[in-house]
């Protein structure tokens, strides 16, 4: 009897260790590899699931997946692509960007064999760090630099200078003889100089570029030159004045701004010349052409005719009305910025709060309020009837002591290709507190709004932009500087 049950103990043996080895799961070792359980009986094709994870909800991935007999396919989500021939596919993920953050896959490329019969598994993670961004010193000093600019696709950078002087910066090295010195007409007291300057559309093919100054008068003016046969240096007795608008009794609100709309015309951007609360009515009088938004056609400009009025104009032929003006009602508009079909403008408020307005270039005749209003508040009490106001789309309050800030400096909404994360991001600063900030403008509304934490260039008196559509910053202390990637990120 004692014999029968040791056999019997001993015949069930292996099925134990069988037992124990099946059920021997956690522990923390390394499974080892385990092999495929062989292909059903008919089977010639497989399948690969794809999981993409940790990106923000309605956010679609970016990767590629690649295979025997010419297969690719993308997936931008988790997904299982069946019917696959058996083999070694490759699957690679791209960064994707949402708003100003950039997601990184892991891993980037990865490896998956098929088999018959089965389904394999390709894990892309994406991750986040936090994008920084630094100011890249481009050089020496300049002398009160007002604005700084470029050709598309030139490898210059174009610097205004007040007093009247445009200096060029090529590889690194300005240039030691100006691209034009101006200086012996330009007023440069009070808010007055040398403001900014705009290339024409054609400028590779016919040199032209403009510039937007108060001469010896304090008239606001706009001329056109041209460039000399000599590389780096403009002609300076090719002087075609545009404009040419007087501002005789203040030094402040000189407005400060030409450029060329993706239209083709000419933009110019005026004060309302100075004072407190527009006491000679400028920016509401639409027989003036100050505290307004100009549009003009100089692509035939003459001596006899420097401009014609585009047709597209709100005012053309309307008595008591200048055909020049494209908007009105605005303060001070230092600076203004395309975007495609978009125009931006940062307006600068008087005691208590800085905007900016956006419109499309279909909205021609827009009446900006100044200054009935400012921003979204009145400020002429007695009559603040908002009847066909045009209200900015952004705005902030100079608040307590202006600790939020007291004179907005327009910028860019960002187009370049070093750092993708900010596409569509439009950055401005206030010259009173020197930040640089950023939003994002869409249907609903503005987004995204960011403080970089970039306070190191002092008070900041203009925004520029390359000829690649990198931005800039302009220093009141003489200093310019590029905004570039920060370390780590």
């Given at each position: 009897?004692?014999?029968?049950?040791?056999?019997?103990?001993?015949?069930?043996?292996?099925?134990?260790l069988?037992?124990?080895?099946?059920?021997?799961?956690?522990?923390?070792?390394?499974?080892?590899?385990?092999?495929?359980?062989?292909?059903p009986?008919?089977?010639t094709?497989?399948?690969?699931?794809?999981?993409?994870?940790?990106?923000?909800?309605?956010?679609?991935?970016?990767?590629?997946?690649?295979?025997?007999?010419?297969?690719?396919?993308?997936?931008?989500?988790?997904?299982?692509l069946?019917k696959?021939?058996?083999?070694?596919?490759?699957v690679?993920?791209?960064?994707?960007?949402?708003?100003?953050?950039i997601?990184t896959?892991a891993?980037?490329?990865?490896?998956?064999?098929?088999?018959?019969?089965?389904?394999?598994?390709?894990?892309?993670?994406?991750?986040?760090?936090?994008?920084?961004?630094?100011?890249?010193?481009?050089?020496?000093?300049?002398?009160?630099?007002?604005?700084?600019?470029?050709?598309?696709?030139?490898?210059?950078?174009?610097?205004?200078?007040?007093?009247?002087?445009?200096?060029?910066?090529?590889?690194?090295?300005?240039?030691?003889?100006?691209?034009?010195?101006?200086?012996?007409?330009?007023?440069?007291?009070?808010?007055?100089?040398?403001?900014?300057?705009?290339?024409?559309?054609?400028?590779?093919g016919?040199?032209?570029f403009?510039?937007y100054?108060?001469?010896?008068?304090?008239?606001?003016?706009?001329?056109?030159?041209?460039?000399?046969?000599?590389?780096?240096l403009?002609?300076?007795?090719?002087?075609?004045?545009?404009?040419?608008?007087?501002?005789?009794?203040?030094?402040?609100?000189f407005?400060?701004?030409?450029?060329?709309?993706?239209?083709?015309?000419?933009?110019?951007?005026?004060g309302?010349?100075?004072g407190a609360?527009?006491?000679?009515?400028?920016?509401?009088?639409p027989?003036?052409?100050?505290?307004?938004?100009?549009?003009?056609d100089?692509?035939?400009?003459?001596?006899?005719?420097?401009?014609?009025?585009?047709?597209?104009?709100?005012?053309?032929?309307?008595?008591?009305?200048r055909?020049?003006?494209?908007?009105?009602?605005?303060?001070n508009?230092?600076?203004?910025?395309f975007?495609?079909?978009?125009?931006?403008?940062?307006?600068?408020?008087?005691?208590?709060?800085?905007?900016?307005?956006?419109?499309?270039?279909?909205?021609?005749?827009?009446?900006?309020?100044?200054?009935?209003?400012?921003?979204?508040?009145?400020?002429?009490?007695?009559?603040?009837?908002?009847?066909?106001?045009?209200?900015?789309?952004?705005?902030?309050?100079?608040?307590?002591?202006?600790v939020?800030?007291?004179?907005?400096?327009?910028?860019?909404?960002?187009?370049?290709?070093?750092?993708?994360?900010?596409?569509?991001?439009?950055f401005?600063?206030?010259?009173?507190?020197?930040?640089?900030?950023?939003?994002?403008?869409?249907?609903?509304?503005?987004?995204?709004?960011?403080?970089?934490?970039?306070?190191?260039?002092?008070?900041?008196?203009?925004?520029?932009?390359?000829?690649?559509?990198?931005?800039?910053?302009?220093?009141?202390?003489?200093?310019?500087?590029?905004?570039?990637?920060?370390p780590?990120?």
């Amino acid at each position: 009897m004692l014999v029968d049950r040791a056999r019997m103990l001993l015949l069930s043996l292996p099925l134990l260790l069988l037992l124990l080895l099946a059920s021997c799961g956690g522990g923390g070792g390394n499974p080892g590899t385990i092999t495929p359980p062989p292909a059903p009986p008919g089977a010639t094709t497989g399948a690969l699931q794809v999981v993409i994870n940790s990106l923000p909800p309605g956010t679609n991935g970016a990767v590629r997946v690649t295979g025997p007999s010419n297969f690719a396919q993308d997936v931008t989500g988790t997904q299982i692509l069946n019917k696959l021939a058996p083999g070694s596919y490759s699957v690679a993920a791209s960064n994707v960007s949402v708003g100003s953050v950039i997601y990184t896959p892991a891993p980037g490329t990865q490896s998956v064999v098929v088999t018959a019969g089965a389904t394999a598994t390709a894990t892309v993670a994406y991750g986040s760090p936090a994008l920084a961004l630094a100011l890249q010193d481009i050089g020496p000093s300049f002398a009160n630099p007002t604005f700084v600019t470029a050709p598309p696709g030139d490898d210059r950078l174009f610097v205004v200078e007040r007093r009247g002087v445009i200096r060029v910066v090529r590889n690194g090295a300005t240039l030691t003889q100006p691209w034009l010195d101006i200086s012996a007409n330009v007023f440069a007291g009070g808010e007055g100089g040398l403001l900014s300057m705009a290339f024409d559309p054609n400028f590779a093919g016919n040199g032209y570029f403009y510039v937007y100054y108060t001469d010896l008068s304090q008239n606001i003016v706009v001329e056109r030159y041209g460039s000399s046969p000599t590389p780096n240096l403009a002609d300076p007795t090719s002087a075609l004045t545009i404009l040419r608008i007087p501002h005789p009794q203040f030094q402040n609100h000189f407005g400060g701004q030409v450029a060329f709309g993706p239209d083709g015309f000419l933009y110019t951007a005026t004060g309302d010349g100075g004072g407190a609360g527009d006491p000679f009515g400028n920016a509401r009088n639409p027989g003036s052409l100050l505290g307004k938004m100009l549009r003009v056609d100089v692509r035939g400009a003459t001596l006899a005719q420097p401009y014609t009025i585009p047709a597209g104009n709100p005012w053309v032929n309307q008595p008591g009305r200048r055909p020049e003006i494209w908007a009105w009602g605005l303060r001070n508009p230092w600076r203004f910025a395309f975007d495609g079909e978009q125009l931006y403008t940062a307006d600068v408020g008087q005691d208590a709060r800085e905007e900016v307005n956006i419109a499309t270039l279909s909205q021609g005749g827009l009446n900006y309020g100044w200054d009935i209003m400012e921003g979204t508040a009145c400020h002429d009490a007695a009559t603040c009837d908002r009847t066909g106001l045009t209200l900015p789309v952004f705005e902030y309050e100079h608040g307590a002591n202006d600790v939020n800030g007291c004179s907005i400096t327009g910028g860019y909404v960002y187009r370049g290709t070093a750092i993708p994360e900010l596409t569509g991001r439009y950055f401005y600063s206030d010259f009173c507190r020197g930040y640089i900030k950023s939003f994002f403008a869409t249907g609903a509304g503005i987004a995204e709004q960011r403080d970089w934490g970039l306070n190191g260039a002092g008070q900041l008196v203009s925004f520029g932009r390359d000829g690649a559509g990198e931005l800039y910053v302009v220093s009141a202390g003489g200093r310019v500087f590029r905004i570039v990637r920060g370390p780590g990120s």
